[in-house]
């Protein structure tokens, strides 16, 4: 199995507060992405990296910034949290082979933004 | 847009057969793919399927046909362990192989 841990594993904190979530890989995957899931809702984008120091939006990165200084780690911040970051976080690796973009995700991050 | 419809939750019988459904609309093809996902736990890949046809892996089938924009997942001999959520996901037209999500089928197991 892919060597994907994610801290911290739950966390509660208060509105306009800064909260860093960090996904650390030992598999020298090249792709690294954060989701969040909500009920109802697919798992949705909030940024993804393709190599060190090179990430990208996804469809909901208002409100998130990310960093990617070595390829085994990668950070998601939230500036400023609010109530409607409240959610299930969940990191996630690949590394494209034959064309089938699979992903594995690590346990996940619980947050509650009160 | 974009848009990928499963059923909300399914019931079935511990020993039946169950077919989940998934109809997509995107913007491009490049393969479409079934996680399984327990409560409280992280998606796991299931299958992937990228031409017409059946795929078979054990008791888990994955079916595919681009020109109704549809697939299903087929899972045979239910097992109570087979109480999860059945997320879709479509690979799209896009150069970062960025997944297009469906909600996911809750699929609660029976004795």
């Given at each position: 199995d892919a060597g994907?841990?994610?801290s911290p594993r739950h966390k509660v904190t208060e509105t306009g507060t800064p909260v860093t979530l960090r996904c650390h890989q030992t598999e020298n995957h090249r792709y690294m992405y954060w989701y969040r899931q909500d009920p109802g809702h697919g798992l949705r984008l909030i940024h993804y990296s393709y190599g060190v120091k090179d990430t990208d939006k996804g469809e909901v990165s208002d409100g998130y910034s990310v960093s990617r200084s070595k390829t085994e780690d990668f950070l998601?911040?939230?500036?400023s949290a609010t109530s409607s970051q409240t959610s299930v976080y969940f990191c996630a690796i690949s590394e494209m082979d034959s064309g089938a973009n699979v992903l594995t995700f690590g346990a996940g991050s619980?947050?509650?933004v009160l | 847009g974009q848009n990928i419809d499963q059923p909300t939750e399914m019931t079935a019988t511990e020993g039946a057969i169950v077919q989940i459904n998934c109809t997509y609309q995107t913007s491009g093809f490049n393969g479409l793919f079934w996680y399984q996902q327990?409560?409280?736990e992280a998606p796991t890949f299931l299958s992937y399927n990228v031409l017409d046809g059946l795929e078979e892996k054990g008791r888990f089938s994955s079916f595919l046909s681009r020109s109704k924009g549809y697939?299903?997942?087929l899972l045979k001999e239910l097992q109570m362990k087979d109480s999860a959520s059945y997320l879709c996901a479509v690979h799209?037209?896009?150069s970062n192989y960025q997944l297009i999500w469906g909600a996911g089928t809750k699929l609660i197991i029976k004795p």
């Open positions: 994907i841990t994610q998601l911040t939230l500036e619980r947050l509650t | 327990h409560a409280g697939s299903y997942l799209g037209e896009d």
